[in-house]
């Protein structure tokens, strides 16, 4: 499973996080797999702004495993909320089938053949709901047999059925499966191929791919699409989208003093990169008796000549050097006490102290606001062929998911003129890629903080931007869109500046969020869009949220749109699984809000609703099994490139297969 421990993944780039913490550093982060007695004590934790993954994984015993990042003060703060480390949890009370006879109703069983060999999944429901106690045996080819529990899947408080926690190996090809209820209910099936969709259309023997060989940042895959566009300027245009980011760069600051009530956070009024990295400040003891608290600009330092008493200590509060830095002209910083504390406490002189951003990245790395760009593929880019959005990096730390984008580019791009099939694509579609939506919060994970989720742009108050709290500032840019939001009454999102969720401080409140939208405003040839996240090996789509009361979803897609969805999906994973033999799970592919849990304010829901594009998810990084200890592993944000890269191959041909959907795709 998921180590407790995060480890740095060596890229060149730069420093991880301190390993120890002292008053000016963030706790350090760690991915856990924590562990819950139901889906509802999860909701508390999403509710509580917990960093929660996408790997969320129903135990047989009733409770739920579900990866996260966290440090050791939230961990403290969960465990009052029912989570603990998976590792401690100990197995929890399932309630007992009900004594009447229930109706068991199997709706799907499908079984798949990986690089690991045959793999069961399957689906069922019980009248009996949530108590009921389901096992399912299965028989195959060459005798092959076995029984497996099912586990209660239950949403906001409704019963979705039951499910195997994860696809069980069958040994064999499995034919026929029996689902059995405690409660005394029986049904049959028999057991079809997944995912069975359209085969990957066929490609030349000198087609060309593998064409990434190491994770980047955003530096480098900018200047790589550029290179394409370069070099294929007959296929391509380079785009530069119209919303610059925040920029790598933040507010340099100082923690002086001992914390919490005689301690000041000084933090400078121009950024760090723009002169407040050259600022500092002193508080000196005048010795001598019965001075005035005094503050004077000496060059770049801020001086504080302490008050003192009539023996000659100094007197001043936390509250009154604060308050005396803010009355003096000039200084060109704003002070505050520590967090929310009043700052009675009297200060101690303190030697000449530096501000700092904090920032690690070489001088290389831009400070400014930052260009997002995109590189539209296709022969004809005027508009009258079917539009294709591919965009990676909302969540900065996400490290795989622009290699997925670029490597389609150069597939598509460098085999246009020896592939008939690649022609076909590009003559028939109109790509849009964005390698990294989220430029300043990625440069933040490869230099500083590699589990960094949000953007860099901080809308916290005060009280809660001294330094130790950096690594928590900075919005989700998959919540700050503005269909089934937080503002609106969705769950899934948190007003919590501090929140790993944090959906900002209104809709599109956000430069990466209105960057994407402006590519569907702008381009309304897109009609379908691939958002891609990792990980865990999900593959879904709209509707994403829901409202926690009633469990009331945005409107679900008709009947005729859903099989077109999940049609498309099957067609799209045959083409990830041929690359080598990675297959997402049944369970896994669908609606966000069925297989997931509710993520309001996400880009896909506004895509599909208000401007009627097919918009996926791709959550890549699928588990991987272990023969030896017999249980699916996660793979985690930035696993060793080996690992990335083999990611990064086959969900691109996923994403060439999505654009070849899109080639056959006519207007209804």
């Excluded at 996080?17 to 706790?27: F, I, M, N, S, Y």
């Amino acid at each position: 499973m998921v180590s407790t421990a995060l480890t740095a993944v060596s890229t060149n780039a730069g420093p991880a996080a301190p390993a120890v913490a002292g008053p000016a550093d963030p706790e350090p982060a760690s991915l856990v797999t924590l562990s819950v007695p139901d889906r509802a004590a999860m909701e508390r934790l999403t509710a509580a702004g917990a960093d929660l993954t996408e790997r969320v994984r129903p135990q047989p015993d009733g409770s739920v495993q579900v990866d996260a990042v966290v440090t050791p003060g939230q961990l403290a703060a969960y465990r009052s909320l029912g989570a603990s480390l998976a590792s401690e949890a100990p197995p929890q009370a399932r309630a007992k089938a009900t004594a009447a006879k229930d109706r068991i109703v199997i709706e799907r069983a499908v079984w798949f053949k990986s690089r690991d060999g045959y793999f069961l999944s399957v689906e069922a429901s019980s009248s009996a709901g949530e108590p009921a106690t389901l096992t399912v045996a299965w028989k195959g080819r060459r005798g092959s047999k076995g029984q497996a529990p099912m586990v209660a899947y239950v949403d906001a408080g409704a019963y979705l059925g039951h499910q195997l926690s994860t696809p069980v190996p069958a040994g064999d090809r499995p034919q026929w499966v029996t689902v059995t209820s405690a409660g005394g209910g029986q049904a049959d099936a028999r057991v079809k191929e997944w995912p069975d969709g359209e085969r990957p259309d066929r490609t030349g023997r000198g087609y060309q791919k593998d064409f990434v060989t190491q994770y980047m940042p955003p530096a480098q895959l900018n200047e790589r699409i550029k290179a394409l566009h370069e070099r294929y300027p007959e296929l391509t245009e380079l785009i530069t989208l119209p919303y610059p980011t925040n920029g790598y760069r933040r507010h340099a600051q100082a923690l002086i003093g001992t914390p919490p009530a005689a301690a000041i956070v000084v933090t400078s009024d121009a950024y760090g990169s723009e002169g407040g990295n050259d600022l500092a400040v002193e508080l000196a003891d005048p010795g001598a008796p019965g001075r005035a608290l005094q503050v004077a600009v000496e060059g770049k330092t801020i001086a504080v000549s302490l008050a003192t008493d009539g023996s000659g200590a100094p007197v001043s509060t936390a509250a009154e050097v604060a308050a005396a830095i803010n009355a003096t002209a000039g200084t060109g910083v704003k002070a505050t006490t520590y967090r929310t504390d009043a700052g009675g406490g009297v200060m101690a002189p303190a030697p000449r102290t530096e501000l700092s951003d904090f920032l690690s990245a070489p001088a290389s790395v831009p400070r400014a606001p930052a260009q997002v760009l995109a590189l539209r593929i296709g022969a004809h880019r005027d508009g009258s062929r079917t539009g294709v959005l591919a965009y990676a990096q909302e969540h900065a730390r996400e490290w795989v998911t622009p290699l997925v984008v670029v490597e389609a580019a150069e597939r598509l791009l460098r085999n246009h003129s020896r592939d008939k099939a690649t022609r076909r694509l590009l003559e028939r579609t109109d790509v849009f890629i964005v390698p990294t939506v989220n430029p300043d919060g990625a440069n933040y994970s490869f230099y500083d903080f590699n589990s960094q989720r949000k953007n860099m742009t901080n809308h916290c108050p005060p009280q809660q931007s001294d330094p130790a709290l950096r690594n928590t500032w900075g919005v989700d840019v998959n919540r700050n869109y503005a269909v089934g939001s937080l503002s609106d009454g969705y769950f899934g999102a948190s007003a919590n500046c501090q929140s790993g969720t944090y959906a900002g401080p209104a809709e599109h409140s956000e430069p990466e969020s209105r960057n994407v939208m402006w590519l569907a405003d702008t381009y309304d040839n897109i009609r379908f869009a691939m958002n891609v996240h990792s990980y865990g090996g999900y593959f879904m789509w709209p509707p994403g949220a829901y409202k926690l009361d009633g469990r009331v979803t945005l409107p679900r897609p008709s009947a005729e749109e859903e099989a077109y969805f999940l049609r498309s999906a099957r067609t799209i994973e045959e083409a990830i699984a041929a690359e080598r033999g990675t297959v997402t799970w049944p369970q896994q592919t669908g609606p966000v809000t069925d297989v997931l849990y509710s993520a309001s304010g996400n880009s896909a829901d506004e895509l599909w609703y208000e401007h009627g594009v097919y918009g996926w998810d791709f959550e890549v990084g699928s588990d991987v099994w272990n023969a030896e200890t017999g249980r699916w592993e996660g793979v985690g944000f930035q696993p060793p490139f080996e690992e990335g890269h083999a990611e990064a191959m086959e969900f691109a041909s996923g994403l060439i297969s999505l654009i070849g959907v899109a080639a056959d795709y006519r207007e209804r």
